[in-house]
């Protein structure tokens, strides 16, 4: 078998048609890198997250997850009119708004001052300023994100890629393995791990009659509860995709399949039919990127080599001169051309937010570390109440706390104290009324 057909029956194996698998085996070939089965091991290790994860709940780490806005001002809708009107099986409305929703990235866990805080690190949607809560979705899971008063009021940021801390009430697996650099080979199949497919199905599903975003009596607007729904079910480890790409290391490109399509590697998603083989758009910004080969060609777990940064879709053939071996690579329509944010250095929490810094957060380590401090706060309140054994107050702490720091130095027990109080009380009414008055 010679190394081009090899390197077809490798991306082959993912469900790519044999024109697209046959144009990423080419631009391997051309610069003579040799595939050495590295398509083959991406393959089955992400298989064995497939099937394996309802029973080792350890690989949960390696899903991407996903974040999208759920509370929103009424300039984010004036922005983004398309959103409170129903797409009417509109197809085209729906990838519209899977791009301006929908951007994917990683849960992670880290420490400061001893504490755990669990945050998010990846794309961002788009009019972030706009929005007052957002929702991260991993594994079937999903965590609030909380844009609080008291540190954004005056704060005007828009970013692409950042972190966000997330609220939770319990533990969770996090923290892949991280790739600081290639394998060596000058070019590297990676896996594009992403719900790109489920995400486009939730979203055709949910909104035909409905629009996406409604407006509430305080006149912001929340997403549809079937959206919600649907968005945070379609992050399960049953429905994610592994699309086979190429990173060229030393031009930082990454080359893919114009789609997500990988219906070999997880047959679930045929259940979508055609959803799966519309083109990427924006939504793909911060997929985690995998690698599974070692410095000498051995078949390892899955490495995070880095983010999505971009993927676009080619309309034309262009040409790409690969420095040091001096070659060229055709790149042409089926096929999708893009670049790859580098990894953290570490999980370590300095280490995480000078990341976000770096990739345009636009928010200082100052700012950042008081977000974190209101975020763990209400956690700890939610925590609490679960111990306690109310287990339903939860989601109105999540719906209407918005803590100054004020409210903090008073202490998690003043504020569980007075939620249950206000429980005895006068019910729900009156503990909504209790955290509006913090």
């Known amino acids: 078998m010679s190394q081009g057909e090899g390197g077809v029956d490798q991306f082959s194996k993912f469900g790519l048609g044999e024109g697209i698998a046959g144009a990423l085996a080419g631009i391997l070939g051309s610069i003579g890198i040799s595939t050495i089965d590295s398509g083959t091991c991406q ?43 129903p ?45 007052n809560k957002l929702e991260v979705a991993q594994g079937g899971a999903s965590f609030s994100v909380k844009a609080y008063k008291s540190i954004f009021k005056d704060i005007n940021i828009n970013p692409r890629f950042g972190i966000l801390p997330l ?69 399960s480890a049953q429905k994610f995709a592994d699309t086979p790409a190429i990173h060229l290391q030393i031009l930082n490109n990454l080359i893919a399949p114009s789609m997500p399509d990988s219906t070999n590697f997880n047959p679930r998603l045929s259940y979508y039919s055609n959803l799966a083989t519309e083109p990427f758009n924006k939504a793909i910004e911060g997929a985690p990127i995998y690698i599974t ?6 078949c390892m777990g899955l490495q995070l080599r880095g983010f999505v940064s971009y993927l676009e879709p080619v309309a034309n053939a262009f040409k790409i001169t690969v420095p040091m071996v001096n070659k060229e690579v055709i790149v042409s329509p089926g096929l999708a051309i893009g ?25 200082s380590r100052n700012i950042f570390d008081k977000w974190v401090e ?45 939620i249950i109080n206000a429980y005895s009380a006068g019910g729900e009414n009156a503990v909504i009324n209790f955290l509006k008055s913090l």
Do not use: C
Request: hydrophobic share 35%; aromatic share 16%.
């Open 43 to 85: 393959y089955f290790k992400g298989r064995e997250i497939l099937f394996n994860s309802y029973k080792n709940k350890d690989l949960y780490k390696y899903l991407p997850a996903i974040v999208f806005p759920r509370r929103v001002t009424k300039t984010y809708v004036q922005n983004y009119p398309e959103l409170t009107s």
């Open 167 to 235: 609220v939770v009430d319990g533990q969770y697996y996090t923290n892949p393995s991280i790739s600081q650099g290639g394998a060596g080979f000058g070019a590297d199949i990676v896996g594009i791990f992403n719900f790109m497919a489920s995400t486009l199905y939730g979203i055709f599903d949910s909104t035909p009659f409905t629009p996406a975003f409604i407006q509430t009596k305080d006149f912001t607007y929340e997403i549809n509860y079937d959206l919600l729904t649907q968005l945070k079910s379609s992050t």
């Open 87 to 131: 797409t009417n099986f509109d197809l085209s409305k729906v990838k519209r708004m899977q791009s301006i929703l929908v951007r994917h990235g990683l849960v992670v866990s880290t420490q400061r001052d001893g504490r755990t805080v669990y945050v998010y690190i990846g794309g961002i949607p788009e009019g972030f300023i706009y929005t």
């Open 293 to 298: 080969f070692g410095d000498r060609g051995e």
């Open 339 to 363: 670049g790859v944010i580098q990894p953290p250095q570490s999980w370590n929490y300095d280490d995480l937010v000078n990341w976000a810094i770096a990739n345009g957060m636009g928010l």
């Open 374 to 418: 209101l975020t763990l706060f209400e956690s700890d309140i939610i925590g609490q109440l679960i111990a306690r054994g109310f287990e339903d107050l939860p989601d109105l702490v999540q719906e209407h706390f918005d803590p100054s720091f004020e409210t903090v130095e008073k202490g998690v027990d003043y504020v569980v104290n007075g």
